[in-house]
């Protein structure tokens, strides 16, 4: 993610290796990376570049969108569960709520399989191995 004096429009890629790869000093840990997701745009929108940055961050973190990035054939399937990560998702915008209001966690967390279900994946308990 980052800003460059060269482009007039962002320009972004979500890309799947075929196989994970250590990628040295491009990381933050040295950890096999299977997805790169690049970002770069002209100057004067650094910030919402770095936000956008850190959804897909906390995208790539759930285990239901993981399953979709690893099985996704289309760019619409991409979206597709990225919609579907956001409509899960609870955002709350820095300096635009009051700190000391406590929010009140769900009475009911969603079930992850239905999530799978909703995005026909399979499920974790129908005997197919582990995607990772």
Known sequence: V???DFLEEPFSAF?????STQLG???EVSLPTRFLFILLGPESAVQSYHEIGR????SLADEVFHQVAYKAKTREQIVAGLDEFL????VLPP?????????EPPVSIPSQESRKQLLH??????????LN
């Open 95 to 103: 300096g635009e709520w009051d700190r000391n209001i406590r929010i």
């Open 15 to 19: 890309i799947r290796l075929q196989n």
């Open 25 to 27: 000093d491009l990381t």
């Open 55 to 58: 959804s897909i961050a906390g």
């Open 2 to 4: 980052g800003e460059v």
């Open 121 to 130: 994946l399979p499920s974790q308990d129908n005997g197919k191995k582990s």
């Open 87 to 90: 409509d899960q998702v609870t």
